[in-house]
């Protein structure tokens, strides 16, 4: 009799795994916790160990062959089993096929919001005297789940985490045998016309980010402000700081900017909301994403209660999450959660750009590169760093004057940067 290992659900939008690499081969023994494959999700490649103890019997698709979450990955025979380590890789028939075919061709349309009918469900439900953590209501928002489907197994018949994470696994299964969402009306390629290229197919990220981007500028009503902030004594304490930290310690631009734009919030506690379609969301913390650009895609690992840390303290974990994101090594929980995004193309020259908002999150903040410039401070000409930030805001959520009083309160948080060590 043999057992079976399942592609896991590495992150919440995760709805597929690419093989990026076994780590067994057919016949090999492998305990319980051993590291059997590599698995490119829509975010990051994952090591993924065995949930229990056998012999390899087959391998459940080849390396760069998609596999939907909950199909097979490895069968596993009893440990001492004998087999043939000659047999060439068999990959799984049947239902892995359906999977496939199910979820080759609209891929694109599984990651899409399900349509006004379900999404008015979602949030019906949730209105109703339902109990459920917080944490497992904003998943349920985030995937459009009727949580009146699902039986709670916390204290009281409460819905928590784990219940969502297990009926998205159980979701997917649904998902990729169900009729393909209509496709986006995009125009049409007329590739006889166009000049000789080459075709690199997208990976689970790219797709991803493609369609939560287009989601984003679709359905949430931006609006935008722009400020210039001098930014000369920013710099001048960064350097007294700097002078009193090891070198693999040193504090950037960008962390203290975080900061600023964790105590910002603090101070102005109406504009750290989110929307969550019959309500608004209040948060007493500022956990801060960085937009950190990798092969292929993008990724935003979160900052979390950066309103507590220290800036030296601010600066260790940004550095060591940025590091991580670049490896392909950030845990789930290390992008997840966020609750506003800053985006820096400073280091590129970029003078001053806008960005589309991450969703679920109310805004995201557009960093561009600090330039000297001649300026009027007091009636007279000086020279003085500028640097422009530009806010894009929800504006279901954040009004217009909340938002104007936020980035007024970065601007001088910016401006006056002692202010960031009390």
């Given at each position: 009799m043999s057992n079976i290992i399942k592609m896991p659900q590495l992150s919440p939008t995760m709805t597929a795994g690419v093989i990026a690499n076994w780590l067994v081969e057919i016949g090999d023994e492998v305990k319980q916790g051993d590291l059997i494959v590599e698995v490119e999700t829509?975010?990051?490649?994952?090591?993924?160990?065995?949930?229990?103890?056998?012999?390899?019997?087959?391998?459940?698709?080849?390396?760069?062959?998609?596999?939907?979450?909950?199909?097979?990955?490895?069968?596993?025979?009893?440990?001492?089993?004998?087999?043939?380590?000659?047999?060439?890789?068999?990959?799984?028939?049947?239902?892995?096929?359906?999977?496939?075919?199910?979820?080759?061709?609209?891929?694109?349309?599984?990651?899409?919001?399900?349509?006004?009918?379900?999404?008015?469900?979602?949030?019906?439900?949730?209105?109703?005297?339902?109990?459920?953590?917080?944490?497992?209501?904003?998943?349920?928002?985030?995937?459009?789940?009727?949580?009146?489907?699902?039986?709670?197994?916390?204290?009281?018949?409460?819905?928590?985490?784990?219940?969502?994470?297990?009926?998205?696994?159980?979701?997917?299964?649904?998902?990729?045998?169900?009729?393909?969402?209509?496709?986006?009306?995009?125009?049409?390629i007329d590739y006889d016309s166009l000049p000789s290229f080459?075709?690199?197919?997208?990976?689970?990220?790219?797709?991803?980010?493609?369609?939560?981007?287009?989601?984003?500028?679709?359905?949430?009503?931006?609006?935008?402000?722009?400020?210039?902030?001098?930014?000369?004594?920013?710099?001048?304490?960064?350097?007294?700081?700097?002078?009193?930290?090891?070198?693999e310690d040193r504090i950037s631009v960008n962390d203290m900017l975080i900061k600023a734009v964790a105590k910002a919030f603090q101070q102005v506690p109406e504009a750290n909301v989110m929307w969550a379609g019959d309500s608004i969301l209040s948060f007493n913390q500022s956990d801060i994403s960085i937009a950190v650009a990798i092969d292929n895609g993008l990724i935003t690992p979160v900052v979390v209660q950066a309103d507590k840390l220290s800036i030296a303290e601010l600066a260790k974990v940004s550095k060591g999450l940025v590091s991580r994101a670049r490896d392909g090594n950030l845990a789930p929980n290390e992008y997840q959660g966020g609750t506003f995004t800053i985006s820096n193309l400073g280091m590129f020259g970029i003078d001053s750009f806008t960005s589309i908002i991450n969703p679920p999150q109310c805004g995201i903040l557009s960093v561009g590169s600090g330039e000297k410039k001649a300026v009027v401070v007091k009636g007279e000409i000086t020279i003085a760093t500028m640097l422009n930030l530009t806010l894009a805001m929800d504006h279901r959520c954040v009004d217009g004057a909340v938002a104007a009083k936020f980035i007024q309160v970065l601007k001088h948080q910016i401006e006056d940067p002692f202010t960031l060590l009390l």
């Open positions: 829509d975010k990051v490649t994952v090591e993924v160990a065995a949930d229990e103890s056998g012999v390899i019997s087959k391998l459940g698709a080849k390396v760069g062959d998609e596999l939907a979450v909950g199909s097979t990955l490895v069968s596993l025979l009893p440990l001492g089993a004998k087999v043939d380590k000659a047999v060439e890789l068999q990959v799984e028939t049947t239902a892995t096929q359906q999977n496939k075919e199910a979820t080759t061709e609209p891929l694109d349309s599984l990651v899409q919001p399900m349509d006004a009918p379900m999404e008015e469900a979602v949030v019906t439900e949730l209105s109703r005297d339902i109990k459920i953590s917080p944490v497992a209501k904003r998943m349920a928002l985030q995937n459009n789940i009727d949580v009146a489907r699902i039986r709670g197994s916390g204290a009281g018949g409460k819905i928590v985490k784990r219940d969502i994470d297990d009926h998205l696994n159980i979701s997917w299964q649904e998902i990729a045998t169900a009729k393909p969402l209509a496709k986006s009306t995009s125009a049409e080459t075709r690199q197919p997208n990976n689970s990220m790219r797709n991803v980010v493609a369609s939560r981007l287009t989601e984003s500028s679709r359905d949430i009503p931006h609006f935008y402000m722009s400020v210039d902030c001098r930014i000369d004594a920013l710099l001048d304490l960064r350097k007294q700081l700097n002078e009193r930290t090891s070198k």
